[in-house]
């Protein structure tokens, strides 16, 4: 167990499952935040609970509690992750492997960040892609009852101006078909989109770890839909507000060899079949719908440890 300080959105902020114009923020061509509004932070200190402590019944997986720890050594440790094209003609590969291993679906990498606060404050960029973004350090999940499924049906189409997957598919091509969309979100179907997070440093993550709230301790109503705005298409997440039902776990000083799996969105979870409506969707055997996340400040760590240095992988998953 530890004492973490974690950023959520404030209670005086409305609760949304979907857009309504007042909270979110534009990004630039980099994908770096521009503008922002209506973001109250509220910020509190609470128990995070130590996930390597976990046996048996109570370890924690990405179907049904939205996080797993995997233990997984890369298969090339050769990789520069500050090339674009290493990453993504790569890297992806190795991410989608992973994925499809654990989930039994088809794994497809489609977009990544390198994030560093050091690399954030300097200004540092991938060469041939965007700039290091800095840690995530407000509760949030990465998509909503709109954005998951919108993001399906933009992969069938040719990549936008953020799209990292616009140097590896033909021109005006997209990186699934119409007929896949089609059968995902047909009665019956499944996708998910899962993220592959992993530590590229060659030391232990201390600061700014990763705090992972179990999916079965989120309400709907402590959701609030945030709008991110790029330069061709609107975006969506949902922001946290605090409850004191929610419970979060970390997994103290990740190594390279280690990777957390973070399930984005599925459309097999209760949320996303009864479209907000849970209770009207109950099952002891569903999925989850989706985890929150956030870096977060342990407050037993030392200041001036070492910079924490990280890649996610996003995989849109196809389960037939």
């Excluded at 003609?89 to 560093?116: I, K, M, P, W």
């Excluded at 699934?176 to 009665?187: G, K, R």
């Amino acid at each position: 167990m530890s004492l973490g300080r974690i950023n959520f959105l404030s209670h005086a902020v409305e609760s949304s499952l979907f857009r309504n114009g007042k909270v979110g923020l534009k990004r630039d061509r980099d994908g770096s935040d521009a503008a922002v509004m209506g973001v109250d932070k509220s910020v509190h200190d609470i128990e995070v609970i130590d996930g390597r402590a976990l046996n048996g019944r109570e370890r924690k997986t990405c179907e049904f509690n939205g996080f797993e720890l995997v233990t997984t050594p890369m298969a090339d440790t050769s990789l520069d992750f500050f090339d674009h094209q290493t990453v993504v003609t790569r890297y992806y590969e190795e991410c989608e492997r992973l994925v499809s291993q654990f989930t039994g679906g088809r794994a497809l990498a489609f977009d990544h960040n390198v994030r560093s606060a050091r690399g954030k404050s300097s200004q540092q960029r991938i060469a041939g892609g965007q700039a290091v973004q800095g840690p995530a350090k407000i509760v949030h999940g990465d998509y909503t009852l709109h954005s998951g499924p919108a993001r399906l049906r933009d992969l069938a189409r040719p990549p936008g101006a953020n799209d990292t997957l616009r140097s590896l598919l033909p021109s005006g091509m997209g990186m699934i078909d119409d007929s896949m969309v089609t059968e995902a979100l047909s009665e019956g179907g499944r996708f998910a989109i899962i993220n592959v997070w992993r530590n590229i440093s060659d030391l232990p993550v201390q600061v700014n770890p990763m705090a992972l709230c179990d999916a079965q301790s989120v309400d709907p109503d402590d959701l609030v839909t945030f709008e991110i705005h790029y330069q061709d298409r609107v975006g969506e997440n949902y922001f946290a507000k605090h409850n004191p039902a929610q419970r979060f776990y970390f997994f103290p000083e990740m190594t390279r060899a280690e990777a957390l799996l973070l399930k984005q969105w599925d459309s097999a979870g209760p949320l996303a079949r009864s479209k907000g409506q849970v209770a009207d969707a109950s099952d002891a055997n569903a999925p989850c719908t989706f985890s929150f996340h956030s870096a977060f400040d342990e407050l037993s760590v030392a200041p001036d440890a070492p910079d924490r240095l990280s890649i996610e992988v996003r995989c849109l998953v196809l389960y037939r």
